[in-house]
């Protein structure tokens, strides 16, 4: 995709606009601080080219993460004007007339301008357990574990996720409470759930039924909203409230030691 000076050359139509960027470099700053910048703007630009215009031509302190441009990697996770978005995949023309306003995500700390810290993240990504634990051992010889088209269906809209953490961002309930598990975690903790492959639940009940799982969301939906792949993990935090509370009540009407089972 063209840069700002490519889209000069090549005659495109091209406009100028105000870009407010908070700045915080903590080893210069106590505290973030917004700074303008005028960006020479052609139709087809992303909010991601026009940041890389700054860095390169403007100011080449600026921090950000980036990685593949196609809204696949999820490195460029940002606030673009209040709201989480992935900066390769928002377009300038959609944010006119400016000014355009960028600052890091929000409920992550800060570890220069728009580079977060995404420790918090990946230690409860980690904590689900986020791969395929068999339900029964199988060799090789076996062959491959099968699937119908139906049991794919069960899981597949919610393997899509890029952890991206625009999710988070927009969770208010991650913001109030730090250690809420969070939007992406879950629906990610529901894919392996629902993968008929998988006997792992047992292992991530726990951490589903607890009061920073499933239960501590507050049904905002605000998660599905901005998820760029259409994870809809609204969705799949209801569907483990259902899980958990189906699991608890299940508690009473299953036999136990001492008690016959009622026929």
């Known amino acids: 995709m063209p840069d700002a000076s490519t889209a000069r050359h090549a005659g495109d139509a091209v406009r100028d606009v105000e870009f407010e960027i908070l700045r915080y470099r903590p080893e210069q700053e ?7 910048f005028t960006v020479p703007c052609s139709d087809d630009m992303s909010v991601l080219q026009a ?4 860095k390169d031509e ?3 302190t600026l921090g950000l993460r980036w990685s593949c441009r196609m809204a696949i990697c999820g490195s460029c996770g940002m606030m673009v004007n209040d709201r989480p978005r992935l900066a390769c995949q928002t377009f300038v023309r959609d944010l006119l007339p400016g000014p355009v306003r960028v600052e890091a995500l929000a409920h992550f700390p800060i570890e220069r301008d728009l580079v977060v810290n995404l420790e918090g993240f990946m230690r409860k990504l980690e904590s689900i357990q986020p791969y395929l ?7 090789l010889a ?4 099968l699937q119908t088209p ?4 069960q899981y597949e809209p919610f393997s899509g996720c890029i952890n991206c953490a625009l999710c988070y961002a927009a969770c208010p309930q991650v913001g109030l409470n730090p250690g809420f598990t969070g939007p992406g975690v879950l629906a990610l903790l529901h894919r392996y759930n629902a993968d008929s492959r998988d006997g792992g639940r047992e292992e991530r009940a726990g951490l589903l039924n607890a009061e920073e799982g499933v239960w501590g969301c507050t049904a ?7 998820c760029p792949k259409q994870v809809d ?5 209801n569907r483990n409230k259902m899980a958990s509370a189906l699991d608890y009540f299940g508690r009473f009407l299953r036999p136990g030691p001492g008690r016959e089972a009622k026929r």
Not at 150 to 153: D, I, S, V
């Open 30 to 36: 106590a505290e973030p601080a917004w700074r303008r």
């Open 150 to 153: 139906e049991q794919l269906a």
């Open 233 to 237: 993990p609204a969705n799949a935090v």
């Open 58 to 60: 403007l100011d080449g």
């Open 142 to 145: 076996e062959g491959e574990y």
């Open 51 to 54: 940041l890389l215009h700054i």
């Open 133 to 139: 634990i068999p339900a029964e051992p199988r060799t």
């Open 220 to 226: 905002v939906t605000y998660c599905s909203e901005v």
